[in-house]
């Protein structure tokens, strides 16, 4: 496994108010708001994305496949060692495998996710037996911004409902 080399707090912190930005604006279009990066070692964004399930109707249109998918094209290699995914909720099960399976070096995620989390949440598979690559996990980083934008968003989509 490539080092991933130690992503600057600042600058991941700076990253996560965009994506944060960003998660707010697919949200009012009507997706669950969540997007992602994908930073190269330099700390450069190769790849983002934004959830798009319900505007594509992709399944796969989780804002991680997305990110991870367009870092990989303009990478010209599916291999994402030494790069750092950013994310506003941590990854489900399909992202944190993909994740594993492109060999990225860092995950790191805003908002836990006990019910779907996969790198924590209801079960981890960074550091499942069966992982063939294993990579560092970090979660919490704004937290309370994360978890309050997706809390708001789903309270708001009930109401619209009743």
């Not at 708001?33 to 330099?42: E, I």
């Not at 190769?46 to 992709?58: A, E, F, I, K, M």
Request: contains cysteine; proline residues 5%.
């Amino acid at each position: 496994m490539d080092p991933c080399p130690s992503p600057d707090i600042a600058s991941l912190q700076l990253w996560m108010g965009r994506l944060l930005r960003r998660a707010q604006r697919v949200g009012e279009g009507g997706e669950i708001p969540v997007a992602a990066v994908v930073l190269d070692g330099a700390g450069r964004c190769v790849g983002w994305g934004s959830n798009r399930r319900h505007s594509h109707n992709d399944p796969l249109g989780h804002a991680e496949i997305t990110a991870m998918a367009q870092a990989a094209r303009l990478l010209g290699d599916w291999r994402l060692n030494g790069c750092t995914l950013v994310v506003t909720l941590e990854p489900c099960g399909m992202c944190a495998g993909a994740a594993i399976q492109a060999r990225v070096g860092r995950v790191v995620f805003g908002a836990a996710d006990p019910k779907r989390g996969a790198l924590g949440g209801s079960l981890n598979l960074a550091t499942h037996p069966s992982a063939h690559h294993h990579m560092e996990v970090w979660g919490g980083l704004e937290a309370e911004a994360a978890q309050r934008q997706l809390e708001t968003w789903f309270r708001s989509r009930r109401r619209s409902r009743v």
